[in-house]
Every structure is written in structure tokens, then in C-alpha cells.
Antibody
């Protein structure tokens, strides 16, 4: 069965950096695009970033553009999110999401999330 | 960016009674390929979101048939024909027609009266 397991979250000071990982299993990783979606404590869902199945295209929310980088390593079946210049407003649970869509994004599987807390 | 507006914010429902959630988009979600990329997700307390409905009205595998989606253009609805205790949670609509960015509605909290 499809499994997405995020890791790498933690407490970091404002201005600091963190790299999140998402280990995938149960399917052919290289066939799918992926997204990161976050949820601030007690708040709704916010899309963060996306990467195509072949890594050819990457997209970011305006709120993270220039600070976050999405990448993938198909040899390790792993998705990454490099987060720099972190701010208090980046505090959230970060979900890794599989995209089964061909044209429009279709989020069929979500991980359990990894919590990032930005605080001094 | 497409703004997704859900109503109501909170929906107290009696067990066995129907429930309806509205989602409106700031522009039509009809794609030039003929599809409408409007999805519904359920997030139970303490859990990750789970997709219920994709492309307006297609139910995901394992989703009870008491859940149904409808709508077109800018107006969409998620209906629960008879609410059960396990349906408690927050429901989100999401559009993927005009992306990036993908945008979500603010959520509707379904609770039992």
C-alpha cells in the first residue's frame, strides 16, 4: 500500500534552516509528482510547493518563494523540502502529498506530517 | 489566485440527518481539457486529510456512498446523506484547475449536535 513518511521537523530559530524528507514506498516513486502542503496549528491547509514526476518543473507558493526548495531523489524514493530563512509564520505541520493527476493536481495520498516550529 | 470560499464555517448535525457544505470559487473551475479539478477532503481529528471526492463528483475508493459531490463553474456542494459519528471532522474543498497555486477553502467543521 502507498506509504509516505515525513521526517526532519523540529524546533528552529527564526532565520534558521531545516530540511524535511518524505520517504515513499508501496508504489513506483518516479512515476508521480509530489507536493508539500502545510497546516499551521489550528488552521487550514496551505499549499507550499510542487515538483513534477521527472523533476522538470517546480512551483512554489509566493509565501515561500526564494526561501524553500523542493527536490527529489528517485534512487532513494525520497522527496525533500529545504527550508531557509525560516520565519515564525512557517510554523506548521508539513505534509507530503502524492499527485496522481496528469493535468490538474489530484492529491490521492497524504503522509502523517512532520511538525516545524520556528521560535526563539 | 483563485479564492475558495466555504460555508458554513461550522455545521452541527443530528446523527442520521443530512448535511451540506458549499464551496464557491472566485472564477470558473472548468478546465479547457473538459475536466473540473475540484476535490473534497475530510480531516478527522488528529488525522491527515483524506480525499473523498475528485473532479467534482467522483468518489474515492472506500468512501461511503452517503458522500456525494456536485456542482459546476464556480459553485460546488458536498453532501452527506445521513451523518454518522465517524463523519465528525473538518472538510476542505480544493481547486487544481488554475494552478499554481493550488488553493483550498477555509474548511467546514462538522460536529454532532
Amino acid at each position: 500500500q502507498v506509504q509516505l513518511v515525513e521526517s526532519g521537523g523540529g524546533v528552529v530559530q527564526p532565520g534558521g534552516s531545516l530540511t524535511l524528507s518524505c520517504a515513499a514506498s508501496g508504489f513506483t516513486f518516479s512515476n508521480y509528482g509530489f507536493h508539500w502542503v502545510r497546516q499551521a496549528p489550528g488552521k487550514g491547509l496551505e499549499w507550499v510547493a510542487a515538483i513534477y514526476y521527472d523533476g522538470s518543473n517546480k512551483y512554489y507558493a509566493d509565501s515561500v518563494k526564494g526561501r524553500f526548495t523542493i527536490s527529489r531523489d528517485d534512487s532513494k524514493n525520497t522527496l525533500y523540502l529545504q527550508m531557509n530563512s525560516l520565519r515564525a509564520e512557517d510554523t506548521a505541520l508539513y505534509y507530503c502529498v502524492r499527485d496522481v493527476g496528469v493535468v490538474g493536481p489530484e492529491f490521492d495520498s497524504w503522509g502523517q506530517g512532520t511538525l516545524v516550529t520556528v521560535s526563539s | 489566485d483563485v479564492v475558495m470560499t466555504q460555508s458554513p464555517l461550522s455545521l452541527p448535525v443530528t446523527l442520521g440527518q443530512p448535511a451540506s457544505i458549499s464551496c464557491r470559487s472566485s472564477q470558473s473551475l472548468a478546465h479547457s481539457d473538459g475536466n473540473t479539478y475540484l476535490n473534497w477532503f475530510q480531516q478527522r481529528p488528529g488525522q491527515s486529510p483524506r480525499r473523498l471526492i475528485y473532479k467534482v463528483s467522483n468518489r474515492d475508493s472506500g468512501v461511503p456512498d452517503r458522500f456525494s459531490g456536485s456542482g459546476s463553474g464556480t459553485d460546488f456542494t458536498l453532501k452527506i446523506s445521513r451523518v454518522e459519528a465517524e463523519d465528525v471532522g473538518v472538510y476542505y474543498c480544493m481547486q487544481g484547475t488554475h494552478w499554481p497555486p493550488v488553493t483550498f477553502g477555509g474548511g467546514t467543521k462538522v460536529e454532532i449536535k
